[in-house]
């Protein structure tokens, strides 16, 4: 089981930038595929951004791209998510997952992720 923590979110205006941070304990978090998802209120989870284990390949929702990015740092357990060009439907709770297999592919599916972090909150004010 990997522990993830968020951090980094918050109120931003239109066309602002925030960079999410997740930090991750344990051993298995290097060879695990990470992804971002978001909720926004009285909406389904839905899939942000996913990186897979080395960091080698990553995946977008095409309404992030261009304006997102994923990356991690595996010698300091890190996954983030920098977000640019913000607006005001990016705003929801955004959860940091880890990827349920080792050594798996960057995934959109939910049910590919076994540990999730508690959520950042990111308001877009327009």
């Known amino acids: 089981q990997v522990q993830l923590v968020e951090s980094g979110g918050g109120l931003v205006q239109t066309g602002g930038s925030l960079r999410l941070s997740c930090a991750a304990s344990g051993r298995t978090f290097l060879n695990r595929g990470m992804g971002w998802f978001r909720q926004a209120p009285e909406k389904e989870r839905e899939f942000v951004a996913a990186?897979?284990?080395?960091?080698?390949?990553?995946l977008l929702t095409d309404s992030v791209k261009g304006r997102f990015t994923i990356s991690r740092d595996n010698t300091k357990n890190m996954v983030y998510l920098q977000m640019n060009s913000l607006r005001p439907e990016d705003t929801a709770v955004y959860y940091c997952?880890?990827?349920?297999?080792?050594?798996?592919?960057?995934?959109?599916?939910?049910?590919?992720?076994?540990?999730w972090g508690q959520g950042t909150q990111v308001t877009v004010s327009s």
């Open positions: 990186i897979n284990w080395s960091g080698g390949t990553t």
């Open positions: 997952a880890a990827g349920r297999i080792p050594y798996g592919l960057a995934s959109r599916a939910p049910a590919d992720f076994g540990s």
